[in-house]
């Protein structure tokens, strides 16, 4: 079971975004909110009995990522280290899938379900990217609907948000995901 040692609230472009700790990794990201008393709010329920402080250098580190990645999507995450401790082994592998994705990059529901083995697994990859706890860094946002459709989407100001997020990134919105490897699995 993770060991939460601390969280910290800051301040991006989208809003006021928290972040947790622990020695075996990040615990859990939150997405901005629109203040910080509903981010801090937020964070307190979602990490029962454990203090606001400043975090330690390689947290802040992390904290520098998303701070760019929500401002000009240049953040890179993909070697954060995560604690996996409380995260089911389905929800790992689709998460994994995700942290592969770059910036301005997107998949769909359904691209990742096909890596995992099969299509019809596309509803339980939206089920476990909707309570992804480490977002940005597992970036749930670069994954759409099929065709492109904006959907899915459980962070503050829903798929707007994730519009936003995936325009920061100078990703391609249209039709079709810009599937960044379509044929490789």
């Given at each position: 079971?993770?060991?939460?040692?601390?969280?910290?609230?800051?301040?991006?472009?989208?809003?006021?975004?928290?972040?947790?700790?622990?020695?075996?990794?990040?615990?859990?990201?939150?997405?901005?909110?629109?203040?910080?008393?509903d981010t801090r709010a937020r964070m307190q329920r979602l990490c029962v009995g454990v203090a606001e402080r400043a975090p330690p250098p390689e947290v802040q580190a992390v904290v520098a990522g998303v701070t760019r990645l929500l401002a000009d999507g240049t953040g890179?995450?993909?070697?954060?280290?995560?604690?996996?401790?409380?995260?089911?082994?389905?929800?790992?592998r689709v998460y994994e899938i995700a942290l592969a994705i770059p910036p301005g990059r997107t998949l769909s529901?359904?691209?990742i379900a096909l890596r995992l083995g099969d299509v019809a697994l596309s509803r339980a990859v939206g089920q476990a990217l909707g309570r992804n706890p480490?977002?940005?860094?597992v970036p749930c946002h670069r994954v759409l609907g099929a065709g492109g459709k904006?959907?899915?989407?459980?962070?503050?100001?829903?798929?707007?948000?994730?519009q936003r997020m995936l325009l920061i990134e100078n990703a391609r919105l249209g039709s079709e995901p810009d599937l960044f490897d379509r044929w490789r699995c």
């Open positions: 079971m993770a060991q939460i040692q601390g969280f910290a609230l800051f301040d991006t472009t989208l809003g006021w975004a928290g972040i947790a700790w622990g020695e075996m990794g990040l615990a859990r990201v939150q997405l901005p909110d629109a203040s910080a008393a890179d995450l993909s070697r954060v280290r995560l604690d996996w401790s409380e995260v089911p082994d389905f929800h790992r529901y359904g691209d480490f977002a940005p860094v904006m959907t899915g989407f459980s962070a503050s100001g829903g798929v707007t948000t994730k």
